[in-house]
């Protein structure tokens, strides 16, 4: 028995858990052991049951979160129903997905402190433990900094510092980078990396995403319906990528591409699950290459209407504490425009964007925002929003009634329009957002994605010409993030202009019809999804990376593959012209 | 935010252990409660700016920042001062010379309000009120400035119970969250026409519950996730090692003495001989 636990720290037997107030569970007969050492990536949608499974693994149900909790849950011998959460945290770590919710002091390496010190240890063991937790999370140098003032990837890492410090053996977060901007991610997959590597500790970490899970996991556990599915080396679940793909999981654009090719006898062995895999193989195929694909025509100009429907002019704002968010920007943009505004955190595209919907107002003379004919400087929000209509990041935080009809009508009332036209226009609404079925229920009972389309429907009600949305795939799984786009780009068919601010490259290249990427309150790179893409070096100073597919095409450019490839269809064309010469 | 935020700066007074700091601002104000004359605030008045001076606070932020308190003192004083019409109010002042009537705002027997006038007592009253708040506030921000928020909330940790401690720090690191989502929730709101600058009441206080609803349920969902955090993070198990020391070094001890005896004095002139008494 102990030399099982050895093996494996964290075994589930048999486990199901129902919320209290729920008929539904929300796990099902769950067996699992986790091997000690190892990094697991729980994989499923929105609503499969990662964050439950988590929760139950770190002790926080039964302990914390209360519910009906059948089977057996051992972590490192101790079973979670008879041991505090405390006690468990020595353990098992969990970190949750909002890193603000772990932060308690005003100091970086007191927050690292608080468990520890917590625990009556020695000062001497105190202190040792910080400057581990501190030392892992790469976290050394901003010791005494307010976490409040660190960026979003920083504050993460402090929260897993904060469970650090515990001296658990593994460590388990509910969607880490779910949160974040591409840096972020970046630093706390590489700390993740580190813990396992270097310290030996055991992770396990829930994600939408099958990329993420490959540049990590040693193991995959898919879950549907609160049920595992699937469970394995993350190379044999990668070539199930057909499977995955319906279940709703989003796996990288190199297995897709070769799965296809597979799928025509082009590609032989295991499908690619990573960038340089795909690189190294394709390559190979390449050698019998018969033509040069044709070149499509990369840098073609957007056609612009004559008159923008938003124009800006010398735009600058500076926060209280000199930083300079947004410098000078000058910028048009068109009627039926598609247009995704990227770039890192802080580099302004929120404070642009609330600047063109009269949330901030300009106070220089000499700055002028023009929006569909309306001068922003001096109207009215109840005006402003007529034009232009804002979707924020987060769906929860913008809810304001019990009911989805009552929430879509929200802003029609607002606006002091007759009752029966809300009612008739609340029902259009949910007819295009497909709401119809949820029209009396309440809405924070929604799942993430519908509560985003009961926020958007509260918006395009008020039938605004121009709609910002606010990372709109934050926190959805990869279906609702495609089914929210592809909403977007219906309304921009319908004669809405679009403007997204996005981290999700992907859907950049296969919605927009036109990127702005800005870095320190400036715009440094206007035009095509292909052409913005085609400038890795300039991305690369703001840490944006280009699609997958469009990053593979330019390793592969020196072999004949157009660099600005933006698709995997287009990627798939080019290949089997080469080899097939059609 | 009324106080300012604490930059790190290597001043005579930055460098102070916030102890020695804190006997500083608990002096200013113990002096500043007792006085009820102009006069020994002026002295009060020239040791914070001093103190301000040495510490390089930036005067012009500190009152942009503090100005709605200085002005609230100064119209709260000065109205509640139209009630001091009684010679037997301010003793110490002579009452041909303390009541006498500048202007009469309401006449006698006047429902609710009763009789208000502008005396010159009343007057006094009303200027050392003010000043004695625009001192503590003052005073207020300078500690802040000067000292990181969780170095007075360890100090505090010294005089509370941890757990009452605890509360306090968690009060305050939370309120830039909670203000910024809850602006967040404004902001979303006002995107869809809403507004709350209704003159009827009853609009405004209708306008404003759409705003307080998602608002608690935030900071609700807030302090759930946080208790969790704080819970696994052994909260409350133990008595808490104290993972920061308060030594005093010499010019702490000296600063505390100066201090100390300057406050003394004072409220020595003030016990026995009257000295700053209305």
């Excluded at chain 1, 102990?2 to 929300?26: C, H, N, Q, W």
């Excluded at chain 2, 009343?122 to 009120?129: A, E, P, Y």
């Amino acid at each position: 028995m102990e030399s099982m636990y050895r093996d494996y720290p964290v075994i589930l037997e048999d486990v199901s858990f129902t919320y209290e107030g729920s008929d539904k569970p929300a796990l099902k007969d769950i067996d699992l052991r986790i091997r000690r050492g190892e990094v697991t990536a729980i994989l499923g949608r929105t609503g499969s049951g990662k964050t439950t499974l988590i929760y139950v693994m770190g002790g926080v149900i039964p302990n914390y979160v209360k519910g009906r909790l059948r089977g057996c849950i051992l972590v490192e011998g101790l079973d979670t129903r008879e041991h505090p959460l405390y006690e468990l945290a020595m353990h098992i770590g969990v970190v949750m997905d909002d890193p603000e919710a772990h932060i308690v002091s005003f100091t970086v390496w007191e927050d690292a402190a608080f468990g520890p010190s917590n625990l009556g240890l020695p000062k001497d063991e105190v202190m040792k433990r910080i400057e581990f937790a501190l030392d892992a999370t790469r976290l050394g140098a901003l010791r005494y900094r307010n976490p409040y003032n660190l960026s979003g990837g920083e504050k993460q890492s402090l929260a897993i510092a904060g469970v650090l410090s515990m001296m658990p053996n593994i460590i388990a977060l509910d969607e880490p980078t779910s949160m974040l901007d591409p840096l972020g991610s970046m630093r706390v997959l590489s700390i993740l990396k580190d813990l396992n590597k270097r310290y030996g500790i055991t992770i396990i970490l829930s994600s939408f995403d099958a990329e993420e899970a490959v540049e990590l996991a040693d193991r995959i556990i898919v879950l549907d319906k609160g049920e595992v599915v699937m469970d394995g080396d993350t190379r044999d679940i990668l070539q199930e990528a057909d499977i995955l793909e319906k279940i709703g999981i989003r796996i990288p654009d190199v297995s897709k591409l070769t799965m296809k090719l597979k799928m025509d006898n082009l590609w032989s062995g295991d499908i690619a699950i990573n960038i340089d895999e795909a690189f190294k193989r394709i390559v190979d195929i390449l050698r019998d290459r018969r033509e040069t694909p044709p070149r499509p025509n990369p840098y073609k100009e957007i056609e612009k209407p004559r008159e923008p429907i938003v124009k800006v002019r010398r735009l600058s704002h500076t926060y209280p504490g000199g930083v300079k968010a947004l410098q000078d920007i000058n910028l048009d943009i068109y009627n039926g425009e598609f247009v995704a505004l990227i770039g890192q955190n802080g580099s302004g595209k929120t404070t642009l964007a609330k600047y063109l919907c009269g949330l901030l107002k300009p106070r220089d003379r000499y700055t002028e925002i023009i929006v569909d004919g309306l001068d922003l400087r001096n109207a009215r929000m109840k005006d402003i929003v007529k034009k232009i209509g804002y979707v924020f990041q987060i769906p929860e935080q913008q809810l304001f009634f019990t009911t989805v009809k009552e929430e879509i009508g929200f802003g029609l009332r607002n606006l002091g329009l007759p009752e029966d036209y809300i009612e008739d226009r609340v029902e259009e609404i949910m007819r295009i957002l497909e709401l119809e079925a949820y029209r009396d229920s309440v809405t924070s009972s929604l799942d993430r994605g519908r509560k985003f389309r009961v926020v958007l429907g509260s918006v395009i009600a008020m039938d605004p010409k121009i709609i910002v949305v606010d990372e709109p795939t934050t926190g959805q799984d990869w279906i609702e993030s495609t089914y929210i786009c592809r909403l977007l780009d219906d309304l921009r068919r319908r004669g809405k202009t679009i403007i997204m601010i996005t981290h999700e490259m992907e859907l950049v290249a296969r919605f927009a019809t036109r990127v702005i990427v800005m870095r320190e309150g400036r715009v440094i790179l206007d035009g095509t999804p292909r052409y913005v893409f085609s400038k890795p070096e300039i991305l690369r100073s703001t840490w944006v990376q280009p699609p997958q597919i469009t990053r593979l095409s330019q390793m592969l450019s020196e072999y004949g593959i157009p660099g600005d490839t933006l698709s995997i269809e287009e990627m798939y064309s080019y290949i089997v012209h080469m080899l097939r010469g059609v | 935010m009324v106080l300012l935020e604490y930059e790190a700066k290597d001043t005579v007074i930055h460098r102070l252990n916030p102890i020695a700091k804190a006997v500083w601002f608990a002096c200013c104000t113990i002096l500043s409660t007792l006085y009820l004359e102009p006069q020994p605030l002026i002295i009060l008045a020239a040791q914070i700016a001093m103190i301000g001076y040495l510490s390089k606070v930036p005067w012009s932020k500190l009152i942009s920042r503090a100005w709605w308190a200085y002005i609230g003192s100064l119209l709260g004083g000065y109205t509640v001062s139209l009630w001091i019409t009684s010679p037997e109010q301010l003793w110490r002042i002579p009452p041909e010379y303390g009541c006498k009537v500048l202007l009469e705002v309401t006449p006698k027997g006047t429902p609710i309000i009763g009789y208000t006038a502008i005396t010159y007592a009343g007057l006094l009253w009303g200027t050392t009120v003010t000043m004695k708040i625009a001192l503590a506030v003052t005073a207020a921000c300078i500690l802040t400035y000067t000292t990181p928020i969780s170095d007075i909330v360890s100090i505090l940790g010294r005089i509370l119970p941890y757990k009452a401690s605890f509360i306090v720090m968690t009060g305050v690191r939370f309120y830039p969250v909670l203000l910024e989502r809850i602006q967040g929730i404004v902001d979303a709101a006002r995107s869809r026409g809403w507004e709350s600058s209704y003159r009827n009441p009853v609009k405004k206080v209708r306008s404003l519950y759409t705003i307080v609803f998602p608002s608690i349920r935030e900071a609700i969902l807030l302090s759930e996730r946080m208790s969790l955090s704080i819970e696994s993070r052994a909260f409350g198990v133990k008595k808490p090692t104290p993972i920061k020391t308060l030594a005093l070094d010499r010019s702490d001890i000296l600063f505390i003495t100066f201090i100390s005896s300057f406050t003394g004095l004072l409220a020595y002139m003030w016990s026995v001989y009257g000295f700053g008494m209305l």
